[in-house]
């Protein structure tokens, strides 16, 4: 974000029911140069994220830089 880029921040965690970013996160969602999103449900379960979920999130990415 120094550098003035947009940020895509994809998560295996989902966000919690009243989530919201706080400090230099929430200005940059803000002011739109950084999105955070999860195709997934929130959970409290410790896991370690799978290769196959690291694909499905790098092609989501792909699909919102190539849109943009």
Not at 26 to 48: N, T
């Amino acid at each position: 974000m120094n550098r003035g880029y947009n940020i895509i921040l994809l998560r295996e965690n989902g966000f919690p029911k009243l989530y919201k970013p706080s400090g230099e996160a929430f200005d940059a969602c803000a002011k739109g140069v950084l999105l955070q999103i999860s195709p997934w449900e929130f959970h409290y379960e410790r896991r370690v994220i799978t290769r196959e979920q690291c694909l499905h999130l790098n092609a989501m990415a792909e699909r919102i830089a190539d849109n943009g």
